[in-house]
Nanobody
Framework: VQLVESGGGSVQAGGSLRLSCAAS?????MGWFRQAPGKEREVVAI????????KYAQSVTGRFTISQDNAQNTVYLQMNSLKPEDTAMYYC????????????????WGQGTQVTVSS
């Protein structure tokens, strides 16, 4: 499975960005993780079964929304009310089966897209 991400960039605090990740085939679990310098990779949001259910990190709940375009095998992460602490490299991840919040449980990864939020 190949994952191609796009949509990162620089924005001021309070702004919005939308990340996209196109998968080469259907995967049951599609997620977004992020990794800031000097920190471990952490889950941001996961979508199961093309919108069947979703899971969010507490730090982004109410600000970020994960969604999928079923016809295109594309997962999106809409990020609103961005904060400087959201600054990180964001990675798309996919698994054919169920995967949880531990990054080691995911099978496929995108190349990453940088998100920088300035105060």
């Amino acid at each position: 499975v190949q994952l191609v991400e796009s949509g990162g960039g620089s924005v001021q605090a309070g702004g919005s960005l939308r990340l996209s990740c196109a998968a080469s085939e259907y995967c049951y679990s599609m997620g977004w993780f992020r990794q800031a310098p000097g920190k471990e990779r952490e889950v941001v949001a996961i979508d199961y079964g093309r919108g069947g259910s979703a899971k969010y990190a507490q730090s982004v709940t109410g600000r970020f929304t994960i969604s999928q375009d079923n016809a295109q095998n594309t997962v999106y992460l809409q990020m609103n009310s961005l904060k400087p602490e959201d600054t990180a490299m964001y990675y798309c991840a996919a698994s054919r089966g169920w995967s949880g919040t531990d990054p080691s449980g995911w099978n496929y990864w995108g190349q990453g897209t940088q998100v920088t939020v300035s105060s």
